[in-house]
Structures are given as structure tokens and as C-alpha cells.
């Protein structure tokens, strides 16, 4: 089907939940995140990055064959950026701005256009309002540290 093969980023929700499902991974991890009170993160302006791991690189270098050879070693969960319209008043501005003055890990979802949906846990690393110019909306940024791989349903 010529044109009809991709999404795009427009009608994507983010919602926030206070606290982490009972299993994060494998069998029932998404009924465990479904099973949580969610509440949505309006304004969102720029979508971050959910899914995927980044692997750090290992490296072996002999002398004798002056080869160096890299395999994967340990990975992290890249952080999810997102830029939103700054609503001091929004439900979901204000439990991440919560979560961002300790260090819980509450849970997120991302329902996609499609309706998929990704769940993960992330501490909200930064919560702030940015600057512009004066023909800039105002806006915040967040930044979100996953802790678990996301489970698409």
C-alpha cells in the first residue's frame, strides 16, 4: 500500500501514574500497567523516545594481530525527552513537577495514533519551563529516565 505504510506522531497521549505496576516485564505486565489510575500529561508538543536500549561498547586490542575488536557490553534505556505547552494547572504537569522533587518512579503510557500503547517506569529526571523569544509559546521541557523496558500492547 504506496503512502498508507507509516504513523505519525500526531493524536500520541502521554498519561502518568503514581506509583509502579506489581511486574514490569514478561507474562501480565501489561494487565499490571493497565491496572493503575492514569491520568493525562496534556500540551505535549514533542514526543520522546520510549523504546530501545543503548549498548555500550567493549573492547579487546592485541598487540599481536593490531586488531581491535568490539562487542556489546552493558546497556542503558535512553531518556525519554519531551517539550509540552507549560499548563501549571494540568493534572499530569503536576504529578511529573512532584516526581521530580524526590526520587520515586512513577509509570507512564504512550498511546500511540494507532491506539498501541507502551508502558514504562521512569524517574523525571528534569521538569522545567523553558525561554524564547517573544513570539515563542511558552513551553516546558521534561526529561524522563526509564528504568524499564517499555511493554507495547
Known sequence: MAGIDFDTIAGTKLYIADGAPTVTEGAGAAAAFA???WVEFSGLTSIGSVEGREYSMATLSTVGDAQDREKKGS?????AEFEFAWLPDDAGQILAKAASKNYTVPSFKLVDQDLGINYFTAQVSTFKRNGGTSNDALKGSTTLLRQTDTVTV
Request: proline share 12%; charged share 10%.
Open 35 to 37: 491496572l493503575l489510575t
Open 75 to 79: 546497556f542503558k534505556l535512553p531518556n
